[in-house]
């Protein structure tokens, strides 16, 4: 039996700008197979460099990062990433758009079309495939995107606050779907979030980090949606340890800001 994690941080230190700017300092863990975790903390803390050293996008200063136990070097399409901004290409309809990545794969075309069609599906995008993005919504647009990556089937799906750009309430109605996505085709999930509620729902675990340097602050499993996921954003409120889990993380978020503005 494997005991490599799939994912494996080892006191990874990120230097700027010739060692004058620590992004991160000395920060440590594992990441499993189909498990969902979020990257919280304040802005700064290095939530952003530590996704894109996992993309291959950067790398640490010190430290070891590995994925299957092998040091992580560059992108692969094994990683797929979604942005806070929308990156469809506008000359491209939205079914184009999802078959774009998968043509790159070297897939056929019937099977490009019918993965494409079958994903966008599972957005409530089939009726506007042949529409371009341009028209669309932007929570239209933000699925296009998902859609694009989630195509490819990547086993870790890297997502650096997806719905930051959303308003309220296309912003939960997109965490439904996420839940819903990562239960019909399960995968590894990193999603970065300043917004509290959103972690609380969507993760299995928080990884919380400190201000610049970000370190680990706290690591909490969600132990109390009990392994299950929960489709309904409502239902999440039912449980009294989201309610307390919330008030802490505020606190933590707090204590960081405040002590990052003593220091000032
Ligand atoms: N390419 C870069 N060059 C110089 N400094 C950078 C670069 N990328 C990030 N930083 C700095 O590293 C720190 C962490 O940034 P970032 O990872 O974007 O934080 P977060 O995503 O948590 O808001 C910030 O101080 C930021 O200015
Ligand atoms: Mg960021």
């Given at each position: 039996m494997s005991t490599i994690p799939l994912i494996q941080a080892r006191s990874v230190s990120k230097d700027f700008n010739k060692g004058t700017v620590q992004a991160l300092d000395n920060v440590s863990f594992d990441l499993d197979t189909n498990q969902i975790t979020a990257f919280v903390g304040p802005s700064g803390c290095g939530k952003t460099t530590m996704l894109r050293m996992i993309a291959g996008l950067d790398h640490p200063t010190r430290g070891t990062l590995s994925l299957d136990g092998k040091s992580i070097e560059n992108p692969g399409p094994e990683r797929g990433m979604v942005f806070q901004t929308y990156?469809?290409?506008?000359?491209?309809?939205?079914r184009?758009?999802?078959?774009?990545?998968?043509?790159?794969?070297?897939?056929?075309?019937?099977?490009?079309?019918?993965?494409?069609?079958?994903?966008?599906?599972?957005?409530?995008l089939d009726h506007v495939a042949d529409e371009y993005p341009g028209g669309l919504s932007g929570g239209m647009k933000q699925r296009i995107a998902l859609a694009r990556t989630l195509a490819q089937k990547p086993r870790i799906v890297l997502m650096d606050e997806p719905f930051g750009a959303l308003d309220a309430q296309v912003r939960?109605?997109?965490?439904?779907?996420?839940?819903?996505?990562?239960?019909?085709?399960?995968?590894?999930?990193?999603?970065?979030?300043?917004?509290l509620g959103e972690a609380l729902y969507l993760a299995d675990r928080i990884l919380f980090f400190t201000r610049q340097p970000g370190r680990i602050k706290a690591d909490i499993d969600l132990n109390f949606k009990k392994g299950k996921r929960i489709k309904d954003k409502q239902a999440i409120f039912d449980f009294k340890?989201?309610?307390?889990?919330?008030?802490?993380?505020?606190?933590?978020?707090?204590?960081?800001i405040t002590t990052s503005r003593k220091q000032i």
């Open positions: 990156t469809s290409f506008p000359w491209l309809t939205a184009k758009n999802v078959e774009y990545g998968l043509n790159i794969l070297g897939m056929s075309r019937s099977d490009r079309r019918s993965r494409a069609m079958e994903i966008l599906e599972r957005v409530r939960w109605e997109m965490q439904e779907l996420l839940i819903e996505l990562i239960e019909a085709e399960p995968r590894t999930v990193v999603v970065i979030t300043h917004d340890e989201y309610h307390e889990l919330e008030k802490q993380l505020f606190s933590m978020m707090r204590e960081e």
